[in-house]
């Protein structure tokens, strides 16, 4: 048996990879390489001593799913692939839709024709958007999104929901990822963004390696400990252990269940500037600019239903976030071209 990991040449997607080669699993990687580069699978391969069936390819592109189904045999599709970037979201909304949710469509039609019935899907916290309060449970109302990316997931947890009630054979969970952050131990894989980074993590270990020359801090005036946005961050091992528990939870799941994946912790913009600047030994430059237009206050998970049901809870804390993160920009200041 097989799991087909659609953009698993991406930030989580490569770090889930690896946790699935290193617990015994073969797996085929369906990517375009749109925000990612190959060598993170190379990468992986070399970590593992194991290897990774790559197709460069489109989730849009039903005849490549199709060669994928019929060449292998699927057990269950774990599904990264997708746009990301919340800013770019709001001035192309279209390829945001096309990418997200017709992908998401294409997919699931030819999972249903290869009768392929179990899914993983990388959803978000961003779905609960405005109308929730802290801190988040599943049940709490989601929408009142406040871009297209974030509409784009809720959109297709609604299509997820409607096709497991239709069809009751299929397996489903939506993980919700609240603030995905740190790179695997060894400093070889990690998060590469494109251009100028948009989440507070990589932008901080930019400025650290000299490539930009300081953070900018989106509000101090917020009803929060120290004035600054708190988010829950969760290190990408503890994530891509949370997608092995789904996967095992699976058989359990008659049509579609999301769980949160956090730590349950907040912690603020300063907290993650001092922590950082610990683990590094390196002070950071910042200024104090106005707000972001979109941003909460404050956003961290409830993590009692994963921890009940899927029977897995982050176990790193702020210092290994930190820690690796430094490590991997440290070693690829570049990122994958270094
Ligand atoms: P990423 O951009 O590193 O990975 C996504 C991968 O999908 C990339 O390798 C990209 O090349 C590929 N891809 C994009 N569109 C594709 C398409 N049409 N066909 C095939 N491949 C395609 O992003 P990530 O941070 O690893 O995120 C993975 C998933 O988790 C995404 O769905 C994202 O929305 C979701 N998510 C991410 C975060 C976060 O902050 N990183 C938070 C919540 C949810
Ligand atoms: C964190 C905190 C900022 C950058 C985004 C998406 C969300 C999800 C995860 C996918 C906030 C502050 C940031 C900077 C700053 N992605 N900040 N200066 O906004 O919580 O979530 O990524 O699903 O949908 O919206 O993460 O890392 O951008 O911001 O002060 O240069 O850091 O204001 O308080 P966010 P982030």
Not at 10 to 39: C, F, K, M, P, R
Not at 80 to 108: D, H, I, M, R, W
Not at 192 to 201: A, E, K, Q, S, V
């Amino acid at each position: 048996m097989t799991v087909l990991v659609t953009g698993g040449a991406g930030y989580i997607g490569s770090h889930t990879v690896l946790a699935l080669l290193e617990q015994g699993e073969q797996v085929v990687v369906l990517d375009n390489l749109s925000n990612s580069v190959v060598e993170s699978l190379r990468r992986v391969e070399q970590l593992t001593g194991r290897s990774v069936t790559f197709y460069h390819g489109d989730i849009r592109n039903a005849a490549c799913l199709d060669e994928i189904f019929t060449q292998y045999h699927i057990s269950t599709v774990i599904h990264f692939a997708g746009l990301k970037a919340v800013g770019e979201s709001v001035s192309n909304p279209l390829e945001y839709y096309q990418n997200n949710v017709a992908g998401t469509l294409t997919l699931l039609q030819q999972m249903q024709q290869a009768k392929v019935y179990r899914l993983i899907f990388s959803s978000s916290a961003t779905v609960y958007g405005t109308n929730a309060t802290v801190p988040y449970t599943e049940s709490a109302p989601v929408g009142a999104t406040t871009n297209p990316y974030g509409t784009s997931k809720l959109m297709v947890e609604q299509v997820l929901q409607d096709l497991a009630r239709a069809e009751p054979h299929f397996s489903i969970i939506a993980l919700r990822y609240f603030n995905p952050v740190g790179a695997h131990e060894s400093g070889l894989i990690g998060e590469d963004p494109n251009g100028i980074p948009n989440n507070l993590l990589p932008y901080i270990s930019q400025v650290a390696v000299g490539k930009l020359a300081r953070l900018g801090i989106f509000g101090d005036d917020y009803p929060t400990k120290d004035g600054t946005g708190v988010r829950d961050y969760i290190h990408v091992m503890d994530l891509a252990e949370g997608h092995l528990a789904a996967m095992r939870s699976l058989p359990r799941v008659n049509g579609f269940k999301a769980y949160n994946l956090g730590t349950g912790v907040g912690y603020s913009v300063f907290e993650m500037l001092r922590a950082f600047e610990k683990a590094s030994g390196i002070t950071i430059p910042y200024q104090v600019l106005p707000r972001r237009a979109g941003d909460l206050a404050a956003c961290w998970a409830d993590t009692t239903l994963a921890k009940q049901e899927l029977g897995w809870k982050a176990v790193r804390g702020i210092d290994v976030m930190m820690r690796d993160t430094w490590n991997w920009q440290r070693q690829n200041p570049q990122g994958y071209q270094s």
